[in-house]
């Protein structure tokens, strides 16, 4: 690591704070993945019980 401006990047991203890690978008697109599975998980109960008549 000769290049003193390779160095100096390096530096500063180790130097982060633990709460300076932001990732909003990640946990949006991870609510809509759970609440499409979970949709998708009861229409296809509801679909497979009008189909299968269980007595």
């Known amino acids: 690591m000769s290049d003193p401006k390779l160095v100096d990047r390096l530096e500063r991203e180790r130097d982060t704070e633990p709460g300076d890690h932001k990732m909003p978008g990640t946990v949006v697109l991870t ?24 007595r």
């Open 31 to 54: 609510a809509l993945l759970l609440l499409c599975f979970v949709v998708y998980y009861f229409a296809n109960w509801k679909a497979l019980a009008d189909v299968w008549h269980v």
